[in-house]
């Protein structure tokens, strides 16, 4: 099996490098030095909703997308008063 290309990523909104990788979250089903693109890195098994999904290797800041912050958000039951 051929590895996955790199994914495409935006820059660090820190230090505006290139170098970046997504934090999958999760078990691997399989090895991912085989099955990931090579600038994904794994983020653990134990999520808390509000985890990273991006790492600058250059500067060290972890963030996540607006796109996934919205998905946690909107699984969030409603606040009661």
Do not use: F
Not at 31 to 53: F, I, Y
């Amino acid at each position: 099996m051929e590895r996955p290309k790199p994914l495409r990523l935006a820059a660090c909104p820190v230090c505006k490098s290139r170098n970046v990788n997504a934090i999958w979250y999760g078990m691997p089903l399989g090895d991912p030095e085989v099955l990931w693109p090579p600038n994904a890195t794994a983020g653990g098994c134990a999520l808390s909703g509000l985890d990273p999904n991006r790492v600058c290797l250059d500067c060290g800041h972890e963030w996540s997308t607006p796109a996934a912050a919205r998905r946690v958000w909107s699984a969030l039951p409603p606040q009661t008063g």
